[in-house]
């Protein structure tokens, strides 16, 4: 799914990692002059969490769905809604989305700023790309005089969850979400600021 080139330059990059490299993590809105990068980032990152998890064929409907280019770009049209790639050097490791009110997929509180989406490349994890979105996020909220940032996360993505506690998000409720037929179960989780 993900094209032979970018493939190609994530391999390189988990060798520079493996050599110790030191690369800027730097954040950059995403236009729709970038939306096929964005569809094919958003389609390679679900499909590394939560292939091994989900029914091959429902998956692949729902990304052809839920992250076709003209959803996504509906989505980016929403003045309420953002998106941000994670950029690691000069390589697009992740993205994240987030959602003022009327645009947030729950909660809806003006005082409040969803993360509705945060996803880094399997081979970009754990070099404190999340950890750098999750302060942009709450340090863009606090300009909009927000109160607090919240999320949604699969109840059995433990390594997400524990992610979210290392950056103080705490539990405040659960909702559902669908894979195809498969109902999930998200818990919603908040950090105060
Ligand atoms: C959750 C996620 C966004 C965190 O981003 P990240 O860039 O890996 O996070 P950071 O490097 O800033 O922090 C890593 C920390 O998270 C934890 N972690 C979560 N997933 C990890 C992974 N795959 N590899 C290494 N550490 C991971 C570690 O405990 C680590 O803690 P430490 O800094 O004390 O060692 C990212 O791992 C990811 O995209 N995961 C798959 C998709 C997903 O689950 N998205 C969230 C959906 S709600």
């Not at 076709?68 to 490791?93: H, N, Q, R, V, W």
Request: charged share 25%; glycine share 8%.
């Amino acid at each position: 799914m993900f094209t032979a080139i970018l493939r190609r330059q994530v391999r390189s990059h988990k060798l520079s990692r493996n050599g110790g490299a030191y690369l800027r993590i730097t954040m950059k809105r995403c236009t729709q002059a970038d939306i096929s990068l964005l569809c094919e980032l958003s389609r390679a990152t679900f499909t590394d969490a939560f292939a091994a998890e989900n029914d091959p064929d429902e998956l692949t409907e729902f990304l052809a769905g839920r992250y076709s280019e003209d959803k996504l770009m509906s989505e980016m049209a929403d003045d309420g809604s953002s998106f941000y790639f994670l950029y690691c050097g000069d390589f697009p490791a992740g993205y994240i989305k987030i959602n003022l009110v009327p645009s947030q997929s729950d909660i809806n509180d003006p005082d409040s700023l969803e993360i509705e989406r945060i996803y880094v490349l399997r081979n970009f994890q754990g070099r404190g790309i999340g950890g750098h979105a999750i302060a942009a996020a709450a340090d863009m909220a606090r300009t909009f005089g927000k109160k607090y940032i919240w999320l949604g996360v699969w109840e059995n993505n433990e390594r997400a969850i524990s992610f979210y506690k290392k950056q103080g998000f705490y539990r405040i409720g659960a909702h559902s979400f669908f894979i195809g037929r498969n109902e999930q179960t998200d818990y919603i989780m908040r950090r105060d600021l």
